[in-house]
């Protein structure tokens, strides 16, 4: 009663792993042909495994969501058939199981014996079409790779292993390749540049009361940051100017009046800047705020927030120069929005307050607004709002 | 056009003697439908083990595909798309030979002269053309010889299905075009793809079209043998426009959840092909329980035949598959070709 291995199959014509959803057996379970044996998920469908063989589940190889690359060990089967009666299960010939160390077919590829040029060039380089397109998304220099597979061929694991290692280009230029975070603000970036003509006002307003507001609330043994008092007033001034709080549709020539209110929160992490959103903001206290926010920008540090957190804001708080020199900038909008508000450092600031300069707590504010939904009127309108909330926190 | 009704009765005014059908016959059309069905399911759970590089299910299908093949003469030729799999079984070809293609061993699997069964058409459409182009053939040969050209809902959207069309109509070539209407192109419904209806745009290619129940594989029968006959007289081309659904996926690559909700699909079960006319061939006592039995095991057997030979099937040469059915008479730069390519191959010790 031989053990057998089911390895994973490439369920849907070129993927490369599956994640495991749930197993439909036990070990020590018997099973017949076709019994269901997990339901997997891949890039393009839920599906149910079905056994290839009967007999005895011997050990199940991977748990629930875990990824399984194609090719690797699922289940050790147990056959229960006697010898003779049934064809020797098999393992799978088809795509998805690269290249064998010892074919089936009785044939293999010889390594060419033409000797390589001295220094090849990438059509010289032997590479699956996949595995080329595979390098030029990673910036990899196929050129530069040692080929692992047969006849030195380069094969996906090798680019991407040269893709670990920042490479040198030949006058000594470092290349990095551009992938996961940074590629997505990349591609969100240059959409809100490239499709949404924006410009961007500034204001400087007087946080004396906020900070006033802010010991009254310390001295009662809650301790806020100025983040809060400025989500609050852009929800607030967001309130009284809805226009603001909305997006182009560009397939209708519509403007689209968000109902909700949804703060993204722009926050600076180790894997680059991520923004999670603070949902029905308008719905929330100031201590709700802050409480709320220290969650999404903690989790967002950790890498550990749903999909749910981090899509879907109507308009983002940003930070400009939290620390050191820099006053103020001109955020970028985060599409589809149509407006981001950047808040700079409270500093002691030289005001003119009933004709005499005097120093007070300010902090500097810069909107950039959607020029197609909003005009500078409004825009002003809007930072008047958005500063008179701010100086009069506890009104 | 509908003759058999969803609880599996017959309006009365249907002679089915008049289409040919006698006891076996009707056993004969239920027999091929549990058959394929079941020949269908075990391809996918192939699919899934491994052991085929694709399949494209045709659950739901089954009283179209019999009953348009065993409604034909045993030389009429058929020219299928990727999905007829159901009438290569009825046409006798070894079902394991035709899967031979998804598993990547061969680009055909069967002789197409002897079972006069073309090859699976996987580019949508191209296969009408193929069809029209053998009816023209067969007028010029004055054959007795008629085609039947199979193609989806997605297909009458193609260039190639408006060429074959028109040109058929224009020469009253003996063809039957049978569009198996499945409501789905992938996962495009069909109101987001055709404005009206199919079987209407024959009119416009001088010929006529009928919609029928492709669900009710009497009707099909009934319907296709008529149309085959009057291709047969010489008076030329009929589109049949047999409405019928996908129960399964586009593929074993597809997940139609993500498109489709569970409502449409509940709504066409009780129209399944094989349920109603088993409640009918049980209540006219042309079936008995035994026999449906016997049928049931006959289709196991069919099943597990299939998938012992499939597993089994040698791993031809990569050039024999890659060269050698290409031309009759290869070039010589062809042959250049394949002598480099084995060239790069070594047996194992």
């Known amino acids: ?395 | 056009m509908a003759q058999l009704n969803p609880e599996g009765t017959l309006p009365p005014a249907v002679a089915i003697e008049e289409a040919g059908l006698d006891r076996a016959r009707l056993v004969d059309l239920y027999r091929w439908m549990v058959v394929i069905r079941r020949a269908d399911a075990e391809a996918l759970n192939l699919q899934r083990q491994g052991e085929l590089g694709l399949w494209g299910q045709f659950l739901g299908q089954e009283a179209a595909q019999v009953g348009a093949t065993l409604a034909l003469h045993p030389d009429d030729w058929i020219f299928p798309s990727y999905r007829e799999f159901g009438m290569g079984m009825c046409r006798g070809i070894d079902p394991a030979a035709m899967l031979y293609l998804f598993r990547g061993l061969t680009h055909g699997g069967w002789d197409p002269a002897s079972h006069h069964f073309a090859p699976l058409a996987i580019p949508v459409a191209s296969q009408v053309l193929h069809a029209v182009g053998y009816a023209l053939g067969c007028k010029f040969d004055h054959s007795s010889q008629v085609v039947l050209a199979c193609f989806g809902d997605g297909a009458t959207s193609e260039g190639d299905w408006h060429e074959g069309m028109n040109f058929a109509g224009v020469f009253k070539c003996p063809v039957v075009f049978l569009c198996q209407n499945n409501h789905w192109a992938i996962s495009v419904p069909l109101e987001k793809q055709t404005a009206g209806r199919i079987a209407e745009r024959a009119a416009g290619y001088g010929f006529p079209g009928v919609r029928i129940d492709g669900n009710d594989v009497l009707t099909v029968y009934a319907v296709v043998r008529a149309a085959a006959e009057r291709a047969r007289r010489g008076d030329g081309p009929t589109l049949i426009e047999a409405v019928t659904y996908r129960m399964g996926a586009h593929s074993s690559a597809d997940d139609p959840t993500r498109y489709r909700s569970d409502d449409q699909l509940a709504a066409w079960s009780p129209r399944d092909p094989i349920v109603r006319y088993e409640a009918w061939l049980l209540a006219e006592g042309h079936l008995d329980d035994a026999r449906a039995g016997a049928i049931r095991a006959e289709a196991d057997a069919v099943a597990q035949t299939m998938r012992t030979k499939l597993v089994n099937a040698p791993v031809p040469p990569p050039s024999e598959v890659l060269f050698d059915r290409v031309y009759t008479s290869p070039s010589r730069t062809f042959q250049a070709e394949r002598d480099e390519f084995a060239a790069t191959l070594e047996p194992s010790e």
């Open chain 1, 1 to 395: 009663m031989p053990d057998h291995v089911f390895r994973l199959p490439d369920l849907g014509e070129g993927l490369t792993e599956a994640q495991l959803i749930t197993w439909r057996v036990t070990e020590g379970q018997q099973v017949e042909i076709n019994a269901p044996l997990c339901e997997v998920e891949t890039a393009k469908a839920v599906v149910v495994v079905p056994s290839p063989w009967a007999g005895t589940i011997a050990h199940l190889h991977a748990q629930p969501g875990q990824s399984v690359p194609v090719g690797n060990p699922l289940v050790t089967i147990r056959s229960t058939t006697a010898a003779g009666t049934e064809e020797a299960p098999r393992r799978g010939v088809l795509v998805g199981y690269g290249p064998e160390a010892t074919p089936e077919s009785g044939i293999r590829r010889r390594s060419r014996s033409v000797p390589a040029p001295a220094a090849p060039g990438p059509e010289d380089v032997r590479a699956a079409p996949f595995v080329r397109q595979r390098a030029r998304e990673l910036g990899v220099d196929l050129a530069r790779v040692t080929g692992t597979g047969p006849g030195g061929r380069v094969t996906r694991s090798d680019v991407e292993g040269a893709a670990q290692a920042p490479p040198v280009d030949a006058d000594g230029d470092r290349r990095i390749s551009v992938v996961g975070i940074r590629k997505a603000i990349a591609r969100q970036m240059l959409r809100s540049i490239t499709t949404i003509p924006q410009f961007t006002e500034f204001a400087v307003f007087d946080a004396t009361r906020l900070l006033a507001d802010r010991e009254r609330r310390k001295q009662a043994g809650q301790s806020v940051t100025p983040l809060p008092y400025f989500v609050r007033a852009v929800v607030r001034a967001t309130r009284d100017h809805p226009m603001l709080n909305s997006t182009w549709d560009e397939a209708h020539d519509e403007i689209v009046i968000k109902r909700a209110i949804h703060v993204g929160l722009a926050v600076n992490t180790s894997a680059g800047l991520l923004v999670p959103v603070l949902r029905d903001a308008d719905q929330l206290d100031l201590a709700q705020i802050a409480a709320r926010a220290s969650e999404l920008i903690a989790g967002a540090r950790a890498g550990s927030l749903p999909p749910r957190d981090m899509t879907g804001s109507t308009i983002t708080v940003t930070n400009v120069g939290a620390s050191g020199p820099v006053e103020t900038g001109t955020p970028i909008i985060n599409p589809p929005e149509c407006c981001v508000v950047g808040f700079g450092a409270i500093r002691p600031r030289p005001m003119v307050i009933d004709g005499q300069v005097v120093a007070r707590p300010g902090a500097w504010i810069s909107i950039s607004v959607d020029h197609r939904i909003v005009d500078g009127a409004l825009a002003t309108e809007f930072l008047t709002t958005l500063v008179r909330y701010l100086e009069e926190p506890d009104a």
